[in-house]
């Protein structure tokens, strides 16, 4: 009848929405019957914008009133009624307008529309679903139900009793009610079908329990809340709830503290927030407990919680414990899957793969990968890109304390003895790759991971960067120095190939120390020149290089030592010529290259050849030179030179860059260009993307400005500023990236 009305009007809905200040999107559902019962105000704006009267009036009013009243299914008042919500409710904006979406979403035919809520203990699921719910009532006239499903206990709600409640609270008398299970299912499909109803089936605990609680299409719509993924569930619209931002965070958490947060400041606030992981949970704990205890200060609190050991315990307020939440998950584990989860705690770093799990558990690969998923499913574990895996902090905290509650003090300290060794070993093993003449190593221990290459290698390194580091802490501090002084040693020419990594003044000075406790002054030297190649690597601090080689000189000289007296005086060399001494620079670099051809090593000589060749580089005598760099490129080239044929590839790229920088200086842009990007292509062949890479795009951007070939010179900036952007040195980049765009 409205319809009716306004085409004989020749209104538009907007037309209409606009006179009768009634919205569109109301009329809309009213003219397609969504709504059958508008009220009573609604229906006298209608009639006055289409200046309805006498009997069209009264008909049109009429009928609306007895849509109010003639569902013969309505429920009774209350029954599944939504919990209330809270009013200090935070962030989850984009998530509200992906329900608020859900609403009016679009579906086939007899595919009903469902949205999955999933994420681990804590994240507020329920929370969020209620709020949601409870910002889209308008939209379902005919009601919104809330069940809880009970998952995650011990009996959760069979499905056939969950759709006893939703059939009673959608009007059905118990006489109506069918005994089989589906159907009752069919019953509940049909009531859906012509209803505007949202259903918010709340912790759901698997596929078989909300299978017969889906709608079979129509307008009502179903919220489903879990921990669990629930893969198997098809046509679901899935939305994965994560740990709200930190600005979330201490907005949640001022919210829930009231005036009170004006007296705390906002320092503490925020190192509240960060200890809280995002957690919804943890924040309303902590906020009650300062709440409901004035005396109580957040600096006070915060710096209890500081102490990993009693954290845990610390996320307690009346009935509230975030243990008991991750416990609920914990409980619905099997066996292997929770002796897996509680001994992953022990993992150093802040993620790790299946194989390292393998380890932790004593289980195969294939027995770790099914107690992974089983862990993801749950949301106690997070998985990502490259099949890793991660705690969320407090989850780990949780995962140590049931290890400290399950398992004795012996099988602890052989499960850590046993992983600290495993991880350093493979990292060992991984290193050793990258040595001059390098391969497959000849010797691997059985039970760790056979990798088929260089690549593998250097990408599990990287990757597991923190767990193997931490491992040698470990090893460190219980003593077994030779597996920390092995794995130091073994990633000498690996950390070439990452030489920005943040990790190396921590590793070698591990070995230093451990060679030290090993009385082994050899080593020791050996270390300390690695640190002072370390603080060589950009951005520099030449005295401290000075400091590393002069400790490494004296203990290699007292022990006789002859290669590492030599490096000794190759990284003094190199600090002298960055704080411009380049005359003291030379004779370091003289001293060095005469002890390594005394002892046959010309892979070592030729390095010092080339700090010769960039002393004079920085005095500006480029002819000199550009003849010790090529000089330097034909002992390179030379198959007889006795060079170990990796390290001339590794050098050649280095060499290149240094002649074109000659080329440059001499004026002859045209080759200077040819032998930079010659150079630039070999360090990308052998993944050299670091400072000298970084430095040799810059001058290749500038020779090419000189030669007018703009266009060439802005890509070449814009290059140089990502590898310097990527190595951490940000001035650099922005430089690069401001020349980039003035030769435009």
Not at 506 to 521: K, M, Q
Not at 527 to 535: H, K
Request: negative net charge.
């Amino acid at each position: 009848m409205l319809r009716g009305h306004r085409r004989a009007a020749r209104w538009t809905l907007e037309q209409l929405a606009e006179v009768s200040g009634v919205s569109a999107r109301t009329l809309s559902d009213m003219e397609r019957g969504r709504s059958r019962g508008p009220q009573q105000r609604t229906v006298t704006a209608l009639a006055d914008a289409l200046a309805l009267a006498g009997e069209e009036r009264e008909q049109l009013v009429e009928l609306a009133r007895e849509g109010r009243l003639r569902d013969h299914w309505a429920r009774p008042s209350g029954l599944g009624e939504l919990p209330r919500s809270v009013d200090d409710f935070t962030g989850r904006s984009a998530e509200l307008v992906w329900v608020s979406e859900l609403v009016y979403a679009e579906s086939a035919p007899g595919v009903g529309v469902v949205g999955l809520i999933t994420g681990a203990a804590g994240l507020g699921k329920t929370t969020f679903a209620v709020r949601a719910a409870h910002t889209v009532r308008p939209s379902f006239p005919d009601g919104v139900l809330f069940v809880d499903l009970l998952g995650m206990s011990q009996r959760p709600l069979p499905a056939d009793d969950a759709l006893h409640l939703l059939l009673r609270a959608l009007g059905a008398v118990d006489q109506q009610i069918p005994a089989d299970t589906q159907e009752r299912a069919s019953l509940y499909r049909v009531l859906l079908r012509d209803k505007r109803v949202l259903v918010v089936l709340d912790n759901a605990g698997s596929e078989e329990q909300v299978r017969p609680l889906l709608p079979g299409g129509g307008t009502g719509r179903v919220l489903i809340t879990t921990r669990r993924l629930l893969a198997g569930l098809e046509g679901v619209r899935r939305l994965i709830l994560g740990p709200l931002s930190l600005p979330e965070s201490r907005a949640l958490l001022t919210g829930i503290m009231g005036e009170r947060a004006m007296s705390d400041g906002e320092l503490s606030l925020t190192r509240l927030a960060e200890l809280c992981g995002g957690l919804p949970l943890a924040l309303r704990i902590i906020g009650n407990l300062l709440v409901s205890r004035p005396g109580w200060g957040a600096d006070e609190l915060a710096a209890r919680l500081a102490d990993e050991e009693r954290r845990l315990e610390q996320f307690t307020a009346g009935d509230l414990k975030i243990a008991n939440a991750f416990g609920m998950s914990y409980g619905q584990l099997s066996d292997a899957a929770r002796r897996m989860f509680r001994r992953l705690a022990v993992v150093p770093g802040r993620d790790f793969d299946a194989a390292l799990a393998a380890v932790v558990g004593e289980v195969s690969g294939k027995d770790a990968w099914v107690a992974l998923d089983d862990l993801v499913d749950l949301g106690l574990l997070s998985d990502s890109a490259g099949s890793r895996y991660r705690f969320h902090d407090l989850v780990r905290l949780f995962a140590r304390d049931r290890l400290n509650a399950e398992e004795a003090a012996a099988a602890r300290e052989a499960l850590m003895e046993r992983v600290v060794s495993w991880l350093l070993r493979m990292a060992t093993s991984c290193g050793r790759w990258f040595e001059p003449g390098h391969g497959r190593p000849e010797r691997t221990d059985a039970d760790l991971v056979v990798l088929p290459s260089a690549e593998a290698a250097d990408g599990w390194l990287r990757v597991n960067a923190d767990n193997w580091l931490g491992a040698m802490r470990t090893a460190a501090a219980d003593g077994r120095h030779s597996l920390v002084l092995d794995c130091a040693e073994s990633m000498h020419w690996f950390s070439e190939r990452w030489a920005h990594s943040p990790y190396w003044q921590e590793i070698f000075t591990l070995g230093a120390d451990a060679a030290a406790v090993l009385g082994d002054p050899a080593q020791q030297a050996t270390q300390l020149n690695y640190l002072a190649w370390v603080q060589w690597v950009p951005p520099s601090d030449p005295d401290a290089v000075l400091r590393y080689a002069a400790e490494a000189l004296k203990l290699a000289t007292a022990s006789g030592a002859t290669a590492q007296v030599a490096w000794a005086h190759a990284y003094s060399a190199w600090a002298l010529r960055l704080l411009g001494r380049l005359k003291e620079s030379v004779a370091a670099a003289l001293r060095a290259a005469d002890l390594f051809q005394a002892i046959g090593d010309i892979d070592c000589y030729v390095q010092c050849l080339a700090n010769i060749a960039d002393c004079l580089l920085g005095e500006g005598r480029y002819g000199e030179a550009l003849k010790q760099c090529l000089e330097h490129l034909a002992l390179l080239d030379d198959p007889e030179s006795g060079m170990t044929p990796s390290i001339a590839a590794h050098t050649r790229p280095v060499a290149l860059l240094r002649i074109g920088r000659c080329l440059a200086g001499l004026g002859r842009r045209e080759e200077a260009i040819a032998t930079l990007r010659e150079g630039i292509v070999g360090m990308d062949a052998l993944q050299m993307s670091d400072f000298r890479q970084a430095a040799a795009l810059e001058t290749l951007a500038a020779v090419l400005a000189g030669a007018g070939r703009t266009d060439e010179s802005r890509a070449a900036y814009r290059r140089a500023a990502r590898v310097f952007e990527a190595i951490g040195a940000s001035e650099a980049g922005d430089r690069c990236n401001s020349l980039a765009v003035s030769s435009c």
